[in-house]
C-alpha cells in the first residue's frame, strides 16, 4: 500500500517530467535524458484514423535514426481537434502536426526531431504565423476554452498511474482522507456550486448530502458513463485520456456518503474506454488507492466495471441501476429516490463522468475557484461535443456563460462553404435548439430552459441553411422511439403517434390539423411519461415548432421544403435556355427521366433536356452531374 509519502515522491520525480509538455519552447531539463517529447493522441476519433501506425512508424524511425533514447513517445487521449486526426505534438516547441500519415513520419523525424527544423507543411495551419509557431493555447479553438474536466486529456498517458500522479492525481483523495470529515467535503462540493454534467444539472452537493444521513451498513457510488446521445463523446473521452481521475472522485464520493463500493456503467460501444479504465482500476488497487485502509485511513473502497447493453434508457439513473443489478434496463417510479433506495435497494449516489472529473479540482484548489468561473447560477465550466456544419468539430471545455456566437465563430471557426448558421441543437433527443436570433444567448443551465432548450449532455450539433428543422425534429423523435424501453403508453404509444405525423408532414400529406394534434400530443406525453427519456422526448420538435413554425407550415400549406431536404416535396426542374445539351444527366439518369426536347437555346448547339416529373425518383443525380452549365435546380 503506497504512503502519503511515497506519492508525494512520485509527484517530485515525475513533475519535471511532465513539465516538458507544457514549455511552449522552453526545454525542462528532467535529467533523464529526453530531450524532445512526441505526443499522439490515442483517442477513439484519432484511432480510427490510424494513429497508432504513426506511432508505430514512429518508434521504428526513431530507432533507425538512432534516437529512441532521446524523444519520449506518449499515447495520449483526445487532444479536442478531433477532425484533424492523427494528432501529433512535439514537445519542448509545442508544433502541432494534423493529419499525420505514416508517409510523413522519416520527413518529420530527419528533419524536425534529428536537425530541429520544424516540417512547416505538416503543421496545423492555425499554427503558423508567418515564421513564428503559435502555442496551441494561442489559437482561436482553444483560446477561449479552460481546461478543468481536461485538463489531462491529451497531456498524460492514460495507461500510467504515475503520470497521473505526477498532474497532482491522488492528491485530492489524500487530503479528504487526512484532512477533512465526509460533511467538509460534502460542504466544499456544495459551496464549488457545482451541478450534474449529465444533463439534469442537480446540484451534485445536495445529491451527496441526500445519501450520506442515511445509516444503512451498505451504500453505492455510481458513474454514468452510459454516453448515448447522437454525436455525444464527452465522457468517452475522459474515459480515455484521464480514466484515475473519476476513479480517485469515486473514493472521494464514498468517503462522503459513507460507501465502500462503486460501479461505473460503461457503454460497451466504448472498447478503449473500457480497457484503459480496466487498467487504471488494476494499478489504483496495486497501489493501494482502492482497496482496504487507504492512505492508512480506515477508509476502504472499491470499484467494479458493469458494460451496458447500448440501451439509451440506461443514461436514466434507476434504469442504469437496474441494469447493473442483471435485470432488463427499464426505470423505476420515483419516490422512492437512489439517495434512500437505489441500487441492490441501497442508498446511492449517481454522477456522471465530467461530474466527477471536476471533484478533485474541487478539492485541491478549493470551492472559490470552481465557483469563480461561469455564472451566478451556473459555476465552473461546461465540455461539449461540437459537431454539425461547423469548420472546427471536437471537444471543447468553456466557462459557463460563454455565448453560443463564441462557440460557432471563434471556438468553432464558423460555418464552413459561406452558408448561414441557422440554429444548435443542444441536449440531444431530449434537448432543444436555439435559433440563429438567440445566438448571444450565454450558455448556462438557467439560460438554456428559459428559451425552451436544455444543456443535456454536452451535445451541440450546428446547423446551417442546409438544414430543414422538420426533419431534424424527425431525426431526434425516430431515436427516441427506437430507444423507448416501453415500460409506460405514453412514451411507447404517444412517440409513435407523433412520429407518424411528422411523417405526414414530410411527405407532404398533412393538415394544420395534425399540427395542432402534434403539439397536444408532445405537451401530453411531457407531463405523463414515466421517466426523463419520456417526458423530454418531444422537446426537439416543441423547440422546431417554437422557433421554425413556418417551416411546419410551409410542408403542410406549401408542399415545399424551403431547406430543399425532404425527399417528397423536391422537385427537379432543368432551365432549358442554362441547358448546353450534353446529356450527362440523361445519361446518368437511373430511370430513365430525362429526355431530349426540340429547343436549342441561343449561343447553343444541342437540344435542352426536360425532366418527366412522372417518372422522376428524386435522387438528384442529375444534379450532381449538371455542375458545369447549372441548368437543374432543386426547389
Request: glycine share 12%.
Amino acid at each position: 500500500m503506497i504512503t502519503i509519502e511515497q506519492l508525494n515522491a512520485i509527484r517530485k520525480e515525475m513533475a519535471p517530467k511532465l513539465a516538458m509538455r507544457h514549455g511552449h519552447g522552453h526545454f525542462v531539463d528532467a535529467g533523464d535524458g529526453i530531450r524532445k517529447t512526441v505526443l499522439i493522441c490515442g483517442g477513439t476519433g484519432c484511432t480510427s484514423s490510424s494513429s497508432m501506425k504513426v506511432r508505430d512508424a514512429l518508434i521504428a524511425e526513431l530507432e533507425a535514426n538512432n534516437i529512441a533514447d532521446e524523444i519520449k513517445v506518449v499515447t495520449t487521449g483526445c487532444f479536442g481537434l478531433c477532425a484533424l486526426g492523427p494528432i501529433m505534438i512535439v514537445y519542448p516547441e509545442g508544433t502541432f502536426y494534423s493529419m499525420v500519415t505514416p508517409n510523413e513520419i522519416p520527413e518529420i523525424v530527419s528533419e524536425h526531431l534529428v536537425n530541429g527544423n520544424v516540417v512547416k507543411k505538416y503543421l496545423y495551419k492555425e499554427t503558423v504565423k508567418g515564421d513564428e509557431i503559435l502555442a496551441l493555447d494561442q489559437t482561436p479553438f482553444y483560446g477561449k476554452q479552460k481546461r478543468v474536466a481536461l485538463r489531462n486529456c491529451g497531456v498524460i498517458d492514460p495507461e500510467c498511474i504515475n503520470e497521473y500522479i505526477g498532474s497532482e492525481g491522488y492528491q485530492a483523495l489524500a487530503k479528504v482522507l487526512t484532512e477533512m470529515s465526509p460533511d467538509d467535503v460534502i460542504k466544499t462540493i456544495s459551496d464549488s456550486g457545482l451541478r450534474g454534467r449529465g444533463g439534469g444539472g442537480f446540484p451534485t452537493g445536495r445529491k451527496w448530502a441526500l445519501t450520506a444521513p442515511n445509516k444503512a451498513p451498505q451504500k453505492y457510488v455510481v458513474c454514468n458513463a452510459d454516453e448515448g446521445d447522437p454525436g455525444a463523446f464527452m465522457d468517452r473521452s475522459v474515459l480515455e485520456g484521464d480514466p484515475h481521475t473519476v476513479i480517485e472522485a469515486m473514493a472521494i464520493a464514498g468517503y462522503a456518503i459513507g460507501a465502500t463500493e462503486g460501479y461505473v456503467y460503461v457503454r460497451a460501444e466504448y472498447p478503449i474506454a473500457v480497457a484503459r479504465l480496466q487498467i487504471a482500476i488494476e494499478q489504483a488497487r496495486e497501489y493501494g488507492l482502492l482497496g482496504k485502509n487507504i492512505f492508512d485511513s480506515g477508509f476502504d473502497f472499491d470499484l467494479h466495471i458493469r458494460l451496458g447493453a447500448g440501451a439509451f434508457v440506461c443514461g436514466e439513473e434507476t434504469a442504469l441501476m437496474t441494469s447493473i443489478e442483471g435485470n432488463r434496463g427499464e426505470p423505476r417510479p420515483r419516490p422512492p429516490f437512489p439517495a434512500e433506495k437505489g441500487l441492490f435497494g441501497k442508498p446511492t449516489t449517481e454522477n456522471n463522468v465530467e461530474t466527477f472529473a471536476n471533484i478533485p479540482q474541487i478539492i485541491l484548489h478549493g470551492a472559490e475557484s470552481f465557483a469563480s468561473m461561469g455564472t451566478e447560477r451556473s459555476k465552473g465550466t461546461k465540455v461539449f461535443a461540437l459537431g454539425g456544419n461547423i469548420k472546427h468539430t471536437g471537444l471543447v471545455e468553456i466557462p459557463m456563460g460563454t455565448t453560443l456566437r463564441e462557440i460557432v465563430e471563434d471556438i468553432g471557426g464558423g460555418i464552413p462553404n459561406g452558408r448561414k448558421f441557422k440554429a444548435a441543437q443542444t441536449g440531444g433527443p431530449s434537448g432543444g435548439c436555439i435559433p440563429a436570433s438567440l445566438m448571444d444567448t450565454e450558455i448556462d443551465y438557467d439560460n438554456l430552459t428559459a428559451i425552451g432548450c436544455m444543456m443535456g449532455s454536452g451535445g451541440l450539433i450546428v446547423m446551417d441553411d442546409s438544414n430543414c428543422m422538420v426533419d431534424i425534429a424527425k431525426f431526434f423523435l425516430d431515436f427516441t422511439v427506437d430507444e423507448s424501453c416501453g415500460k409506460c403508453s405514453p412514451c411507447r404509444i404517444g412517440t409513435r403517434r407523433m412520429q407518424e405525423i411528422l411523417e405526414k408532414i414530410i411527405a407532404g400529406k398533412a393538415t394544420l390539423d395534425d399540427l395542432d394534434k402534434l403539439e397536444e400530443l408532445a405537451h401530453y406525453i411531457k407531463e405523463n411519461s414515466l421517466c426523463g427519456l419520456g417526458q423530454t422526448a418531444p422537446n426537439p420538435v416543441l423547440a422546431t415548432l417554437k422557433f421554425f413554425r413556418e417551416e411546419y407550415i410551409a410542408h403542410i400549406v406549401d408542399k415545399k421544403c424551403p431547406a430543399g431536404v425532404c425527399k417528397a416535396l423536391l422537385s427537379f426542374k432543368i432551365d432549358k435556355d442554362l441547358c448546353i445539351g450534353c446529356g450527362l444527366c440523361a445519361r446518368n439518369c437511373p430511370v430513365s427521366a430525362i429526355g431530349k426536347t426540340d429547343y436549342i437555346a441561343e449561343g447553343h448547339k444541342l437540344p435542352s433536356y426536360e425532366i418527366d416529373t412522372a417518372k422522376c425518383i428524386k435522387c438528384g443525380v442529375c444534379l450532381e452531374n449538371c455542375k458545369r452549365a447549372k441548368a437543374i435546380s432543386k426547389g
